[in-house]
């Protein structure tokens, strides 16, 4: 575990640089932590894929030295080393159609059939690894090494909301329409940015997903 300074209010606890499902669950470990009992001065509570970066007010945190050592105690305290995974999350995703131009593409870079890419991303649970780039969306962590694809060399200026992509090793899903050069390899009904709710966001990072494919009248008649 490292710590350094991120400017003069904020501290970047860092574990390891490697993806995997012991560093996820210290991550939101120490996130729960903090925003279950924020140490004095706190503003908020970021985490990502190894790291947690903690926002504080300068002048009631008692500075970065005093600070530091307080997340340094609750970070190596045994009770906040691990953590179980969050929520199973079911979401339907119609594949290709209208919604997946790109999952042919998808298919003959991995030198599989339409049906066998389908099945291969459909089939892991996958990890919630960071939540970015836009409201609510979510970088899933456990995609098979065979459905790797770049990312597309133009972006598109507008990708629906409920985009699920590939880009590079990742996958995951557009909650609200933007532009974007992931792979569109499916959409999904399900909306996973509501911003008039108490928790807009739907996916919190340890959560983990499921996708279930879904046909094109299904996704049409979801509600």
Known sequence: MEMTSLGDTAVV?????????????????????????????????VPAYTTVTVFYDLKVSGGYESFSDGLRQRATARKTRKSKWGRVV???????EEGGPDLARVAAQAKLSVEATVALHSKPGYAVGAIGFAPGFPYLVGLSPSLHTPRLDAPRA????????IGGGQTGVYPVESPGGWNLIGRTPL???????????????????RFKAI??????AWK
Not at 90 to 96: A, D, F, K, Q, W
Not at 158 to 165: E, H, N, Q, T, Y
Not at 198 to 207: F, I, K, Q, T
Not at 215 to 220: D, N, R, S, V, Y
């Open 158 to 165: 507008k990708v629906p909301a409920g985009s699920v992509g």
């Open 215 to 220: 046909t094109e009248k299904e996704f049409h």
């Open 90 to 96: 079911t979401i339907p995703v119609c594949y290709g």
């Open 13 to 45: 606890i860092e574990f390891g640089d490697v993806v995997k499902e012991t560093t996820l669950s210290r991550v939101r470990a120490l996130t729960e932590s903090l925003r279950e009992n924020p140490l004095l001065g706190t503003l908020d509570v």
């Open 191 to 209: 909306a996973l940015f509501r911003p008039d709710e108490s928790e807009p966001a739907l996916l919190r990072v340890g959560d983990v997903v």
